[in-house]
């Protein structure tokens, strides 16, 4: 007979609490990030042109209006808080030694925090048109 080992997290009463609602958590931003994700797909590679059409005017044109900016900031963060907690529980059932398990978490939540702040400030500050003097690297569509 198999017997399989009991996972090692959780490891007290209070952070089981927690892993429920990590658990939660994962199946939640699942079902929301096939709604974002594929609807990201089909409206990028599926309308319009399709593929052709994806260049810096395409960009700019869809962060010029808010609901694509609270999309792709929607489908940033849960993507990375998604996938960044899912390697913590992987991590957490494979890492043999205290000290790696732990430093292996900080750095992922570390990157995570780094690329959610890096991310979201391309989504909600982007500016197609910056810097007027540089008119020759300027794109067509702004006013020069
Ligand atoms: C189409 C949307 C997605 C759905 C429906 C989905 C669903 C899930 C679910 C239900 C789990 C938990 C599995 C378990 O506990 O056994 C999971 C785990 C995970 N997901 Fe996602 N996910 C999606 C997108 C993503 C994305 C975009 C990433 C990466 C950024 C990602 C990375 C992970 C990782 C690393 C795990 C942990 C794997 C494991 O526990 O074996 N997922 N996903």
């Not at 009991?6 to 079902?31: D, I, Y």
Request: glycine share 6%; hydrophobic share 50%; aromatic share 14%.
């Amino acid at each position: 007979m198999v017997t399989i080992e009991t996972p090692r997290s959780p490891r007290n009463r209070k952070s089981a609490n927690r892993e429920k609602w990590a658990w939660l958590f994962m199946r939640a931003s699942g079902v929301v990030l096939i709604v974002l994700i594929f609807g990201h797909l089909f409206i990028n590679l599926f309308t319009g042109d399709g593929i052709k059409a994806i260049d810096f005017a395409f960009v700019a044109g869809k962060w010029a209006n808010p609901f694509w900016q609270v999309w792709d900031t929607l489908m940033l963060w849960l993507a990375l808080i998604h996938g960044t907690n899912g390697m913590r529980t992987l991590v957490n059932d494979y890492a043999e030694r205290e000290g790696w398990r732990k430093s292996l978490n900080f750095s992922l939540w570390t990157i995570c925090i780094l690329l959610i702040v890096l991310g979201t400030l391309v989504t909600t500050t982007f500016d197609p048109c910056p810097d007027t003097s540089v008119v020759s690297a300027l794109p067509q569509f702004c006013s020069k």
